[in-house]
DNA sequence: TATATAAGCAACCGATCGGTTTCGCAAATT
DNA sequence: AATTTGCGAAACCGATCGGTTGCTTATATA
């Protein structure tokens, strides 16, 4: 069972279940409504956000609110890390081009 | 057959791949010689990766150079944009927090 | 106490995934 | 002209995915 981070975002309604419990927690049925399957499909899908840490629960008497780990978010960012650079890179290549263009 | 660059970059061989033609065009050749299958399951990875326009094709003689289109990569930057207004407000919150600790 | 509600869990299903093997084709090399 | 090399395409395979249905457990409410 192994989950990371990029196979949980893959998922079209998990990035949407993200989106959403991101602005505030909310319990798997509320979460369900805004979606055209199940409950349990939506339970399964915050299963898998939950293995890989990406959402923590909140148990309130029988409902569970799942809350957004937004810090797990920043390993996305950091693996982008290195394709910033490449791209920042290029952007100030192409510049410099354009500068050298104009001067002559 | 719906791809998506989430769901391209799910694959850790493929976050391989990406990384290592971030560098430089590569051929399906060179780049399976950095892992442990065959070059044709190397090539059903580019298919996915070209078919979601991550990588590009570029003909030469009978060899075909793979190289990665950067541009593309920025479409998960823009995606994460929204979560980074989150954890960059959520950062500002606590350090009003602390700075309001420290005057008392 | 009986009932309704929130939620997890397990079994099942068809579709897709990642991989291998085999094949065919086109460009280089002999 | 014959052979080697680089590559994609297709067929196949077991594993996993995303979904449903049916069940159990625990907390509220009548």
Redesign the interface.
Known sequence: MRR?I??A??D?TR?AII?LI?IQAMTPNAIAEHFDTTRQAISKHLRILTECELVEQKHQGREIYYQLE??K??E??K??E???Q??ET?FQQLDELLSIIKKT
């Open positions: 990371d990029f196979q975002i893959a079209p990035r989106a991101a937004i810090d978010m920043k996305i960012d693996w982008l290195q394709f910033r490449i791209w290029r």
